[in-house]
Nanobody, 127 residues
Framework: QVSLVESGGGSVQAGDSLRLSCAVS????????MGWFRQAPEKEREFVAS????????YYGDSAKGRFTISRDNAKNLVYLQMNVLNPGDTAIYYC????????????????????WGQGTQVTVSS
């Protein structure tokens, strides 16, 4: 069984930065494609970013392009989401997710592809 625990959320002002972390335990991080998703009140969960098992392939959702950076440290079993130039539209609960991919799958972007989820961390951005 894999456990994912997010941290690093908080309340910030527009224009500020935050770095979210996701600690993975139970199995080696290198086994999984990792992703970040977010869900704002009364909205559906939204893809933010994902990263391949070796870190060479990365995808971003439209809301994250140019402002967010996903990274991973397999040796430390940690995944990060660096978020810059935050705005109130980024207010949401941010979830870390792990996909144990089928053979041939390099990176995943769809919610249904991810097998394990953290409990989420709240990010609130005020103007």
């Amino acid at each position: 069984q894999v456990s994912l625990v997010e941290s690093g959320g908080g309340s910030v002002q527009a224009g500020d930065s935050l770095r979210l972390s996701c600690a993975v335990s139970g199995r080696p991080l290198s086994r999984y494609v990792m992703g970040w998703f977010r869900q704002a009140p009364e909205k559906e969960r939204e893809f933010v970013a994902s990263i391949s098992r070796d870190g060479d392939d990365i995808y971003y959702g439209d809301s994250a392009k140019g402002r967010f950076t996903i990274s991973r440290d397999n040796a430390k079993n940690l995944v990060y989401l660096q978020m810059n130039v935050l705005n109130p539209g980024d207010t949401a609960i941010y979830y870390c997710a792990a996909d144990d991919p089928r053979p041939g799958i390099i990176v995943s972007t769809m919610i249904e592809e991810f097998d394990y989820w953290g409990q989420g961390t709240q990010v609130t951005v005020s103007s």
